[in-house]
């Protein structure tokens, strides 16, 4: 993929003035529909997502978790690693672009690009995977487009207000991504 073309974007640690934003995003269906959340909604109350919030400013739940801006400082979503095994050196990666009006526009993947960059140089990762509904194309194309690779299918991973689904695991290598 030639990322010299992608829109600038900047990853900033989070604030708690923050919580405003992501609450607001978590009420819409489109951008929830296929996130990790619970099945209920709102997935979160207010006061649920500023405790959240907190636990990501003070790295207290295990998540490297990150705003993500343009580069001319509109907030646009949230970007992570977790469930990181420093032994084996991987870790998980989670994106949403909250404010649906970027979407489409390339700032999903300047965001991957920069998240697997800070995962690979300064976490020293060399494998970073992720879980995908096999129904969020959108997603999967942009994985796809940034280099992950399949993994294999986790059989009825997910437990939905629709049933099971399945997800995909997808991964990119250190060694691919600086390819
Ligand atoms: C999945 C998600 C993160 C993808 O982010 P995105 O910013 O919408 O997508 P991308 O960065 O991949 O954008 C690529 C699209 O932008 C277009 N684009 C426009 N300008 C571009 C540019 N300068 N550079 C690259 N792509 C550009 C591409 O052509 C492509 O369009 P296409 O999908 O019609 O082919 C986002 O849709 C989202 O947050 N969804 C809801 C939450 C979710 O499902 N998260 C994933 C859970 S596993």
Known sequence: MNTNTLPKINLRELTKEDAEDRYQWCLD???IRHLNMPNKYPPFTREETRQWIDMCISRSNGYEQMAIETGDGVHI???DLKNIDKLNKHGELGIAI???NYWGKGYGLAAMRAMLEYGFTR??????WLRVEVDNEKAIKSYRRMGFVEEG????DRLRSDGYVDRLRLSILKSEFQA
């Open 77 to 79: 979503g949230w970007i």
């Open 29 to 31: 269906v489109d951008v």
């Open 153 to 156: 299918i986790l059989r009825e």
């Open 123 to 128: 976490l020293g990762l060399n494998k970073i």
């Open 98 to 100: 909250g404010d649906k």
